[in-house]
């Protein structure tokens, strides 16, 4: 099942589940996808991030494996949905697609062993991690990096983690360019050894997201550019960029 959230013709918002046909929604009501306003798949308090999770990213940015989970947070600000227009901060030389899979946490949880990771979690999703480089090499923090307004793209749904396969390839296109192409099984870190390490210093409330980091292959975005990105078992999250 893919889940989705959408805002209908009469300004509800509702959740539906995605075919090929179409939404199907609450009392067998069906939607056709151009016919309403796909949002964000849930509603996060936070997206935790995780930096340099695939050596051949870190190898193209000249930087080393962690030896434990790089963690930041994107806040609820951050959030743009299918089909959205992101605006990219003005004044900047250096902003970044990272296309990345999302998990989509399904209750409140902390202290999660990775054993039992997979137990709170209710699907997958896809996370553009949009990076303001320019700012994110002068801070540690990472704030206005990667914190801007729509620097996350996300969805465009929740789909159960029984559709995406353990090697489910990720893809990214700038325009029609293909710029990044890997598979999940290459993570350093495995989504139930990032639950565990996570719920140790933090609670994940339900509909938080981790973004699970991004393969090689990252580049720049400029005005006008249309971004594609598509993980098998989930489906292909589209938005537009617009400079400032």
């Known amino acids: 099942m893919r889940t989705i959230r959408f805002r209908d013709p009469a300004g509800s918002i509702r959740r539906g589940e995605l075919t090929d046909e179409g939404i199907v929604a609450f009392g067998d009501s069906r939607y056709d996808t151009s016919a309403v306003d796909i949002l964000p798949p849930s509603t996060p308090d936070k997206v935790v991030c995780i930096g340099r999770n695939y050596a051949d990213h870190a190898a193209e940015r000249g930087e080393d494996v962690p030896d434990r989970p790089l963690l930041f947070l994107k806040p609820p600000n ?12 003005a004044g900047k030389d250096k902003i970044e697609h990272e296309a990345e899979l999302g998990v989509v946490i399904g209750e409140q949880c902390r202290d ?97 997201v981790i973004s699970t980091g991004t393969p090689e292959g990252v580049g720049p975005l400029t005005d006008g550019d249309r971004v594609e990105i598509e993980i098998e078992g989930i489906g292909r999250l589209e938005h537009g960029v617009q400079q400032e």
Request: a negative charge; zero cysteines; hydrophobic letters at 40%.
């Open 78 to 89: 951050t959030l743009a949905g299918h089909g959205d227009t992101v605006t990219l901060p």
């Open 112 to 208: 999660v062993d990775a054993a039992d990771a997979m137990d709170i979690v209710e699907g997958f999703t896809i996370v553009n991690d949009i990076s303001n480089r320019d700012d994110q090499r002068r801070e540690t923090n990472w704030v206005r990096g990667k914190a801007f307004d729509g620097a996350a793209p996300i969805g465009p749904v929740v789909a159960d983690p029984e559709h995406v396969s353990e090697d489910a390839r990720i893809r990214l296109w700038v325009d029609g360019e293909l710029r990044q192409d890997s598979t999940r099984d290459r993570l350093i870190f495995s989504i139930p050894d990032l639950i565990e390490e996570i719920t140790t210093y933090m609670t994940l409330e339900p509909g938080d």
